[in-house]
Structure formats: structure tokens, C-alpha cells
């Protein structure tokens, strides 16, 4: 079983809806909750970064932490064409080791 | 300022040869990444440097992968006797510190194995 689990999608959507991406894992040990966004063909970039629990908001995206449940969520809210891309979610733990430990990407598909 | 930078952007190579990537970071980061991403999966750790640091090779999937880090910046990555398997891209990332959780990617090296 991998570490972090997350559905490849792809999730195709009508622009102006709300995107919903998880991820679950099973590693208590993790601290930091990352979500990427990768375009075709190019490097992934950070989105959103949660330390612990609880929900950031920046704009149209909101990450959501549950721990007890190993639960990650990514919500976009009126979703723009802009938007189609893959989703990584990404997870750390406090000590150890420094790299990140990378759910398998969602690829989401925003139609006009 | 410039992001990071990897060269060759792709790389076309026969099984059994040897071949070595490149990853400029970005300047004043002390943390160096790499990653690899195989079709259809997510990012797999492979190596990171932290400054003068022993590096955590603990990603490293064969002793045919190696890399090194000069003067604390520029980072090569060799695979020696290339397989079709390693067919993949290679991500660089660097951060300001291995403390630091914000990590920075380039665009990758597509690596084709024939």
C-alpha cells in the first residue's frame, strides 16, 4: 500500500463549478500538507501549504487537514478553464527525512 | 530573480549508456531535491543535499544512480547503464533550507531510454 493515496482522475467539470481533490494516507508522522499544481509538461508549483490541522484559504482554493481521519482536501471554487491541470497532493514529516512524499496527481479538466 | 533551471530539457539515450543531468538551483537556496516521475505515478524521491551535509541518498533505487553537488550549488545526476525503466522526468527542487517546506521545481529532464 502506498503511503499517500490519491484518484488519478481524470475530473472533468463545467466552469464555474466547485473541485473537490483528496488525498488519504497512512502515516501519523506527517506534519506538513502541500497541494502542487502541474501543467503539461512543466515543473509542479505550490499551491497551498497547511502545517497540522485545519483549513487555509487564498483566493478561490481551500486546503482542509483532518488528521484523524488522514484526510486531505483541495477545494476550488469557480473553477476556470485556467485551472485544468494535475494536482499533486504532497505530505512531510516533522523530523526525518526532508523530502516530500508525493500522492500519484489528480488530472482535472475544466470545460467552457 | 531566475527559477531553477535543468538542462538537457530532454534526452534521448540507448540502453546501457551512461547519461548525466543537470539542475542549476536557485541562488542562495542551501536545500537541492531530485525526483522522478514516471508516466501515470507522482514524484518518487530520489536525493537531497543540505549545504556541506552528508546527502540522503535514501531514495536512490540502484547503485547505478549517483549524484553530487559542487561548490554547494550546481547538482548532476548520472545513471550509469541506463535501462528502459528509468525512462522517466526528472525533477530538480531546491529550497532555502531542508527546513524550510516550500520546495521549488524546474521544468524537468525527459529522459528516453530506447
Known amino acids: 500500500q502506498k503511503e499517500v493515496e490519491q484518484d488519478p482522475g481524470p475530473l472533468s467539470v463545467p466552469e464555474g463549478a466547485i473541485v473537490s481533490l483528496n488525498c488519504t494516507y497512512s502515516?501519523?508522522?506527517?506534519?506538513?500538507f502541500m497541494w502542487y499544481r502541474q501543467y503539461s509538461r512543466k515543473g509542479p508549483e505550490l499551491l497551498m501549504y497547511?502545517?497540522?490541522?485545519g483549513n487555509k484559504e487564498d483566493g478561490r482554493f481551500t486546503a482542509q487537514v483532518d488528521k484523524s481521519s488522514k484526510y486531505i482536501s483541495l477545494f476550488i471554487r469557480d473553477s476556470q478553464p485556467s485551472d485544468s491541470a494535475t494536482y499533486l497532493c504532497?505530505?512531510?514529516?516533522?523530523?526525518?527525512?526532508?523530502?516530500?512524499?508525493f500522492g500519484s496527481g489528480t488530472r482535472l479538466q475544466v470545460q467552457p | 530573480g531566475a527559477g531553477v533551471s535543468q538542462s538537457p530539457s530532454n534526452k534521448v539515450t540507448e540502453k546501457g549508456k551512461d547519461v548525466e543531468l543537470r539542475c542549476d538551483p536557485i541562488?542562495?537556496?542551501?536545500?537541492l531535491y531530485w525526483y522522478r516521475q514516471s508516466l501515470g505515478q507522482g514524484l518518487e524521491f530520489l536525493i537531497y543535499?543540505?549545504?556541506?551535509?552528508?546527502?540522503?541518498k535514501s531514495g536512490l533505487p540502484s547503485d547505478r544512480f549517483s549524484a553530487e553537488r559542487t561548490g554547494g550549488s550546481v547538482s548532476t545526476l548520472t545513471i550509469q547503464r541506463t535501462q528502459q525503466e528509468d525512462s522517466a522526468v526528472y525533477l530538480c527542487?531546491?529550497?532555502?533550507?531542508?527546513?524550510?517546506?516550500?520546495?521549488?521545481f524546474g521544468p524537468g529532464t525527459r529522459l528516453l531510454v530506447l
Open positions: 527542487a531546491s529550497s532555502l533550507s531542508v527546513y524550510q517546506e516550500t520546495q521549488y
Open positions: 502515516n501519523s508522522a506527517f506534519q506538513y
Open positions: 497547511t502545517y497540522s490541522s
Open positions: 504532497a505530505l512531510r514529516a516533522d523530523t526525518g527525512r526532508r523530502a516530500l512524499t
Open positions: 541562488s542562495g537556496h542551501t536545500a
Open positions: 543535499f543540505q549545504g556541506n551535509s552528508a546527502p540522503d
